[in-house]
Structure formats: structure tokens, C-alpha cells
């Protein structure tokens, strides 16, 4: 084989140190097969995936989405399902929302056929609002119950939770049921948003104490602002950070990158303005390692220092995985996300 001239060897390598900027991305709307309102979505490989929403709805593909099969799920209809996790084809938890019991995890080993409640809330004035998971380990959080945000934890994909101490929140200040994002975490880490009264990004390492709180920089209101979303930075460089108020979901929205120091300690930095509310964040960590937000007014991609918009379709959860996932909003609206390197 010829070598390569050392013009197309620049290319080359500048294409494998930039492949981030030169990915394309198509988002290509799916048949859900039903009308809910999806805000839970998660993307287990490039086959299968599962999608939560309104009226104890649960769907799950297995082949890449060309077929979404509503799965039997608990609630008769009633639950409002904002957030599922997902291990496999076969095993995920799904969270739903309300006031006091009516906040309540479920979870199922074989594809849906049945499920097992392994978590209620009986703090009459909690509220659960999204999950998280890095392996076996999981966080979930709640509206704050006695001053602080309740914050339950499991060691064994979700079978069982214990609750642990929460971050402080003041009078007013809540999270948001939006995307299943508003909480992130890794082996050591734990990263919550909240919004209202107060905007804050509350940080917590395994060994360095409490808490650490810093001010989001988001917009904050009554009832309506704040952190929606949260996601790994890729390259295990912080996080990402994105919301804004729904209720003015097609102003500027926000988003800041969040890193932690060597003392534990959370700093912020602000980025563009997305061009609307976002309530839902994911970046890849492969090689195309991008980052999407997602919200009522459309899908952007953060590139090079800016904000690129892919569809103008309206979604309320994100989730990528390889070089792909999936997002899933309003009516029922499901779309494919596919990422390809385009060499020089």
C-alpha cells in the first residue's frame, strides 16, 4: 500500500485528535407507539434501551429501536414514571413520582413480566426526583424532607436502599423530576442540582465530611429555575451542567462546567447559553466523546466553545452509550442518536 503523503498524514492525525469536531450526528425519530409524556430514557447498548413516562408507561427495544413493546408495569395506569435505570435487556428500575408513598422504585430481572417494589417513600412530605447508577452502586434523591434533600443509596444494583445523609436546602429550594438527571455520581462522587429559591450544585466525596455547596450561576425563581441536568465531562474531567426555567423554555437556557479540587472543593464555570431551557445532558466518553442537551425546543451539541443545533424537535431525556443512544420527550416521542467519525 502507498504511504501516505504527509499532507494527508497532518489530516489524519488532526482528525483522530479532533474527531469530536469533525462527528456527525443524526437524530432520527422512532415509532414509540404511545402518546405519554416520556421523561426517563436509558440506553444500555446499541440494541436495547427502555423508556419510562405518564400513566405507568414502561417500553423497552431490543432491536435498536426499530420495535418499542410496552412492558406490564405497576400503578394501573396511575404513576408517573420520571426516571429508569437500566443494567440488560432483563434487569431495570424504574422510579416514580408524587407526594409522599407515591414515590416509589420498582424493579425487574426478567424483561418487565414482573417487578418487585424495593423502595417507598414514607416521609409524607418527600418527593423522589431522579436515580443514578456506576456499576452496582446507585444514588437517589428527593425534595428535601427536615432541611436537607433526601438521598437514599444501594450496593447491589437497586435491590435493597438504605437512606444517608443529604446536602442542606433551604426554604423553597427543591430538585426537578425532569430528565432522571439531576443527580450524578461516580465510585467517589456525588453531584446534585437544585433550583427555586436557591440554585446550587452540592458536591459530596467519600472521606472529605459533608456537603460542599457553591451557587449553580443559573437562573433561580419562585418555583420554576434552576439545575435540571447533570452529566459526566468527558475525559472524567468534572461535569456538565444544564437548565434554565421551564417556564420560559424557549429563552436561553443555561449550562457551566463543574470541576472539583484537590480539597474537595466545587468550582464553576459558566458556559454559552444554550438556545433554550434544557432539562436533560449527555456526553459520550469514547473516542467521539460530544456532548447533547436536550429540552422542549430542541437538540444541541456542544462544539468547540458553541452550541449547534440538531433538531428543533422538542425532548425531555437523553441517554448515550458507545457512540449512540437515544432521547425521549412529549407525545409519545422517541429518537435514535447515532454518532460517525467523517474523516477528511
Request: charged share 20%.
Amino acid at each position: 500500500m502507498r504511504p501516505a503523503s504527509p499532507t494527508r498524514l497532518a489530516a489524519l492525525i488532526l482528525w483522530f485528535a479532533l474527531g469530536p469536531a469533525l462527528a456527525q450526528v443524526d437524530v432520527t425519530p422512532q415509532h414509540s407507539g404511545v402518546e405519554v409524556s416520556l421523561r426517563g430514557i436509558a440506553a444500555v447498548n446499541a440494541q436495547v434501551a427502555w423508556a419510562s413516562g405518564e400513566k405507568s408507561t414502561v417500553l423497552r427495544t431490543i432491536d435498536g429501536g426499530r420495535h418499542w413493546q410496552r412492558v406490564q408495569a405497576p400503578g394501573d395506569g396511575a404513576l408517573d414514571f420520571r426516571d429508569v435505570e437500566a443494567f440488560d435487556a432483563n434487569t431495570a428500575l424504574i422510579m416514580s413520582i408524587g407526594k409522599g408513598d407515591a414515590s416509589r422504585v420498582y424493579r425487574t430481572h426478567d424483561g418487565g413480566a414482573h417487578w418487585t417494589q424495593v423502595l417507598r417513600n414514607h416521609a409524607v412530605d418527600g418527593f423522589f426526583d431522579c436515580m443514578t447508577f456506576a456499576g452496582q452502586r446507585g444514588w437517589l434523591m428527593g425534595d428535601p424532607v427536615d432541611g436537607r434533600f433526601q438521598v437514599y443509596a444501594t450496593t447491589d444494583q437497586g435491590r435493597s436502599w438504605h437512606p444517608v445523609q443529604g446536602p442542606k436546602a433551604d426554604t423553597d429550594e427543591s430538585a426537578f423530576a425532569a430528565s432522571g438527571t439531576c443527580i450524578a455520581g461516580d465510585a467517589r462522587t456525588r453531584l446534585i442540582g437544585s433550583g427555586g429559591a436557591r440554585s446550587r450544585l452540592s458536591v459530596f466525596r467519600e472521606g472529605d465530611g459533608d456537603w460542599q455547596q457553591i451557587d449553580s450561576t443559573m437562573t433561580r425563581s419562585a418555583s420554576s429555575a434552576g439545575v435540571f441536568g447533570l452529566t459526566p465531562w468527558p475525559h472524567g474531567d468534572g461535569w456538565l451542567a444544564v437548565g434554565g426555567d421551564y417556564r420560559r423554555e424557549s429563552e436561553p437556557g443555561n449550562a457551566v462546567h463543574i470541576t472539583v479540587d484537590a480539597q474537595g472543593r466545587p468550582h464553576v464555570q459558566a458556559l454559552p447559553a444554550p438556545p433554550g431551557f434544557r432539562s436533560g445532558a449527555a456526553c459520550l466518553s469514547t473516542g467521539l466523546h460530544p456532548c447533547l442537551v436536550v429540552g422542549p425546543s430542541g437538540i444541541d451539541r456542544w462544539d468547540d466553545g458553541h452550541w449547534t443545533s440538531l433538531s428543533k424537535q422538542g425532548y425531555h431525556a437523553i441517554d448515550l452509550v458507545g457512540t449512540g443512544g437515544w432521547a425521549s420527550g412529549p407525545g409519545g416521542h422517541i429518537a435514535r442518536i447515532e454518532l460517525h467519525p467523517t474523516p477528511p
